[in-house]
C-alpha cells in the first residue's frame, strides 16, 4: 500500500539478495529509495530495475565501513532526496571458515562491515531523526546470531553484535519517536549463501523445520512491516524470517 507521503529510504548493501529485494519492496511501497553498495555499477543497476518498474531510486554506493565514505553516502543521500527518514542496515558479506584457520584480518573486516558499518550509518543519521522526533531503523542481522554456526564464527559473532546495538539503541532512541529494531533471517537463497559448501547447505536445509530456505522477497516483507504503521508497538525486537531454525 503506497503511503501518504513518500518517505526517504537509505538501504545499504541493496546491490544483490537481500538488500536488493528491500529496496525494490520499499520503492514498491512507494518510498524514495537511496540504492548503497560497495560496488557502484551493481547499485545503478538496482536503480535502473526500480526506475523501470514506476518507482523512485537515486544510488549511494561507498562502503560503510569506512567513516569518510559514510559521510559521503549520506551527502548524496541528502542532496538528492533529504534526510533519511528510513535506515535500512543491510550491508554485509558471508566468509565460511573454521575458527582456528581465521585469521585477524579475516575477523576484523568481517565486524567492519557488519558491525561498525552499522553503528557508522545509524550514527550519520539518528541526530537527525531524534530531533525530528521520527524516523526508523531497521538492522539485518541473521539467525547465527542466536545460535551461532559452525565455521562461521566470526560471521555470527558480528551479527550477535547487531542484535545487542539494536535492543539498546531502542532503549534509548524510542522515547524519542525513533524506532529500531532488527531482522535475523534464516538461510536465505542468495548468492551468499549459495556460495557456501554443498555440504553445509544439505545439512542446514535438514536442520529447518520448513524445509527449504527462504527467499530475499520473503525477508523483505519482514522489513515493510518494520517500517509500516502497522509496527509501532514493535521496539528492539528481532523478528526471524528463519524457516523455523529459530523459535522464540
Not at 99 to 118: C, K, N, P, S, Y
Not at 133 to 143: E, K, L
Not at 172 to 195: K, Y
Not at 217 to 242: C, I, M, R
Request: proline share 4%; aromatic share 4%.
Amino acid at each position: 500500500m503506497t503511503p501518504e507521503r513518500s518517505r526517504v529510504a537509505l538501504v545499504t548493501g541493496a546491490g544483490s539478495g537481500i538488500g536488493r529485494a528491500i529496496a525494490e519492496k520499499l520503492a514498491k511501497d512507494g518510498e524514495q529509495v537511496a540504492v548503497n553498495d560497495l560496488n557502484s555499477e551493481t547499485a545503478d543497476e538496482v536503480v535502473i530495475r526500480i526506475k523501470e518498474s514506476g518507482g523512485r531510486a537515486a544510488a549511494a554506493p561507498g562502503d560503510v565501513s569506512d567513516a569518510e565514505a559514510v559521510e559521503q553516502i549520506m551527502t548524496a543521500v541528502r542532496e538528492t532526496y533529504g534526510s533519511p527518514e528510513i535506515l535500512v542496515n543491510n550491508a554485509g558479506f558471508l566468509q565460511q571458515k573454521r575458527f582456528v584457520d581465521l585469521t585477524v584480518e579475516d575477523f576484523d573486516r568481517m565486524i567492519a562491515v557488519h558491525l561498525r558499518g552499522t553503528f557508522l550509518c545509524t550514527r550519520a543519521v539518528l541526530p537527525e531523526m531524534l530531533s525530528r522526533g521520527s524516523g526508523i531503523v531497521v538492522n539485518v542481522a541473521s539467525q547465527l546470531g542466536q545460535i551461532g554456526g559452525i565455521e562461521l564464527c566470526h560471521y555470527s559473532a558480528a551479527k550477535a553484535g547487531i542484535i545487542g546495538l539494536t535492543k539498546s539503541l531502542a532503549r534509548e532512541a524510542s522515547a524519542q519517536g525513533v524506532r529500531v529494531n532488527a531482522v535475523a533471517p534464516g538461510p536465505i537463497n542468495t548468492e551468499l549463501i549459495l556460495g557456501l559448501s554443498e555440504e553445509w547447505q544439505r545439512a542446514k536445509a535438514a536442520e529447518l523445520p520448513l524445509g527449504r530456505f527462504g527467499e530475499p522477497e520473503e525477508v523483505a516483507k519482514t522489513v515493510a512491516f518494520l517500517v509500516s504503521d502497522g509496527a509501532t508497538l514493535y521496539v528492539g525486537q528481532t523478528l526471524g524470517p528463519n524457516s523455523g531454525d529459530v523459535m522464540l
